[in-house]
């Protein structure tokens, strides 16, 4: 129903205008606030690069935070990463990160980015607190923030905006009669703007997810997705028909789809039950970082890498690069 609302489909969205205006008009002044210098932002030590979105929903933002640490790291920079934490509630904030640490306290988002980088990740509702605990034992020369573009009391150097290219902005309107945080106009004071999936438009840099192997989750067995039978697909995630259409890319048809909400909270009984006996478990590989200590044979993940194209990349690349050094 959301999904028919935010894209215009269902006239309900009219019915919830007032509160669209009324979101609009607390997030105009709270941006205000800043920029006239009312309110203060605080400034890292070193460079903040946010990348962010103007709507709620998934939009490939998080393979997006692993595409630039692992550019950068291979390119020699040291890149710390900080995140709200959405999903996760810890004992105390800021939360480090280790190898011990569970989506339960950090969310899935950073467990995923750091096993996938290995780079120091922090997680706090306040992003300055997140930065200030990376830096107190990690020299990193900059700070990648994963998702908090309207998080305006962190300054920041760079701002890059992930969007989906196939639904774009919808019906254009803020929450809750639409799906936006702030209007379409942001984009012209953004930094680079990336286009995941559809038609990129001039200016903008076009992303696809490209899926590797399926990967097995007690095993770690490494297959291609097609050679998977009687697949049952699972996706908790911000917008789950794209996991359910790169399965169908592969040239696997599942037996059942089964949507869930993003970030949500998984438990072994209710992931279980969506198995049959002699069904094969397909997941995302953010939902397998939540199932891992419960996994059971049949159950699998199957990954995704952001590829980024054009001759912008190079050029964002060596901005940042520059701007760390």
């Known amino acids: 129903?959301?999904?028919?609302?935010?894209?215009?489909e269902s006239p309900l969205w009219r019915l919830l205008l007032p509160l669209s205006w009324l979101y609009g008009l607390v997030s105009g002044a709270i941006r205000l606030a800043y920029r006239l210098g009312l309110k203060k932002a605080w400034r890292a030590p070193v460079p903040v690069?946010?990348?962010?979105?103007?709507?709620a929903g998934g939009n490939g933002k998080t393979p997006v935070v692993i595409w630039l640490v692992e550019q950068l790291q291979q390119r020699g920079l040291r890149v710390g990463v900080v995140s709200r934490g959405y999903g996760g509630k810890a004992a105390q904030y800021p939360l480090l990160l280790n190898a011990q640490t569970t989506?339960?306290?950090?969310?899935?988002?950073?467990?995923l980015i750091v096993q996938r980088t290995g780079a120091p990740v922090a997680v706090s509702p306040v992003r300055r607190d997140a930065v200030e605990a990376i830096l107190a034992q990690h020299p990193v020369q900059l700070i990648i923030t994963d998702d908090g573009l309207q998080h305006y009391r962190l300054a920041r150097d760079k701002e890059i905006v992930v969007i989906d290219g196939v639904?774009?902005?919808?019906?254009g309107w803020w929450l809750p009669a639409g799906p936006m945080r702030e209007r379409a106009s942001r984009l012209k004071t953004v930094d680079a703007v990336i286009t995941n999936g559809g038609v990129a438009k001039a200016g903008e840099i076009p992303m696809r997810l490209r899926p590797g192997?399926?990967?097995?989750?007690?095993?770690?067995?490494?297959?291609?997705?097609?050679e998977l039978s009687n697949v049952v697909a699972m996706a908790g995630i911000g917008h789950p028909p794209r996991f359910f259409a790169t399965l169908a890319e592969c040239g696997v048809t599942p037996q059942q789809t089964v949507a869930l909400a993003d970030h949500q909270a998984l438990t072994r009984t209710d992931v279980q039950a969506l198995v049959k006996p002699g069904q094969t478990l397909v997941m995302t590989e953010k939902d397998a970082v939540k199932c891992r200590s419960f996994a059971q044979d049949n159950w699998w993940y199957l990954p995704v890498d952001a590829m980024l194209e054009g001759e912008q990349?190079?050029?964002?690349?060596?901005e940042l690069l520059t701007l760390a050094r």
């Open 167 to 171: 639904r774009r902005f919808g019906n």
């Open 1 to 8: 129903m959301i999904a028919r609302i935010w894209s215009g």
């Open 213 to 226: 192997l399926a990967t097995n989750l007690r095993s770690g067995e490494r297959r291609a997705v097609s």
């Open 49 to 55: 690069v946010v990348v962010g979105n103007l709507t």
């Open 103 to 111: 989506p339960a306290e950090a969310g899935d988002e950073p467990v």
């Open 313 to 318: 990349v190079e050029k964002l690349l060596q």
